[in-house]
């Protein structure tokens, strides 16, 4: 069984320009989230969807982060415009239910 | 608020010594709590996981951790460490809306020959 896949694995960027991570979830998971890691603190939850549906965005940090999730199977997460404090690393997770969310290998995002 | 506090940034061990990492947390009801690992250029793996009923629970690649209410813990341990666990290991728990993980910062676990 394929696991979380995420693309791209790194990119760098300018300030000011867009982004789109996508994220595959496992095949049947209805449950996908995506996370970001800071500067090395905390993971923390961004969004979590059902399906299609934003069940909790909560965590988003402002209007310049948009997620999608089309026909309830993959997801992307845009950036635009993006700045400095938006580089991290992104990982998305999938699961049947909350209580065992499988993780991708993360997108790695650099602003410059 | 809802909250985890992995005490220890960074660990060195010998290999085959053993290992605990230390994790506390903050929550107002029987928490769910889990240990994921990453190792380099990987996702984020889960090791073990507690919901309820025997406080020391079993994971995989020889990791055990233990659940205490009284101190608010749950402590990952090895016996005996192998320089494959080289890693950053990570502290979770679920949050009230049993929706979202909530994770401590990490510990990184660097492992000498």
């Known amino acids: 069984e394929a696991g979380v896949t995420q693309f791209p694995s790194h990119s760098v960027i300018e300030k000011g320009q867009t982004v789109t991570l996508r994220c595959d979830p496992i095949?049947?998971?209805?449950?996908l989230y995506w996370y970001r890691r800071v500067m090395g603190k905390e993971i923390k939850f961004l969004l979590h969807f059902v399906k299609e549906s934003k069940q909790d965005e909560s965590g988003m940090p402002n209007n310049r982060f948009l997620a999608e999730r089309t026909g309830g199977t993959y997801s992307t997460l845009k950036v635009q415009p993006a700045e400095l404090e938006d580089s991290g690393v992104y990982f998305c997770?999938?699961?049947?239910?909350?209580?065992?969310?499988?993780f991708g290998p993360g997108t790695r995002l650099t602003v410059t | 608020a809802q909250s985890v506090t992995q005490p220890d940034i960074h660990i060195t061990v010998s290999e085959g010594a053993s290992l605990e990492l230390r994790c506390n947390y903050s929550?107002?009801?029987?928490?769910?709590l889990f240990w994921y690992v990453q190792s380099p250029g990987q996702g984020l793996q889960l090791l073990l996981k507690?919901?309820?009923?025997?406080?020391l629970v079993q994971g995989i690649k020889g990791f055990e951790a233990e659940f205490k209410r009284s101190q608010s813990s749950f402590n990952l341990r090895k016996p005996s460490v192998h320089w494959s666990d080289a890693a950053e290991y990570f502290c979770?728990?679920?949050?009230?809306?049993?929706?979202?993980?909530?994770f401590g910062a990490g510990t990184r676990l660097a492992v000498h020959p």
């Open positions: 979770a728990v679920l949050s009230g809306g049993y929706n979202k993980l909530i």
């Open positions: 929550y107002g009801a029987t928490p769910y």
């Open positions: 095949s049947g998971h209805d449950n």
């Open positions: 997770a999938s699961s049947w239910t909350a209580y065992e969310q499988y």
């Open positions: 507690y919901f309820s009923g025997d406080t």
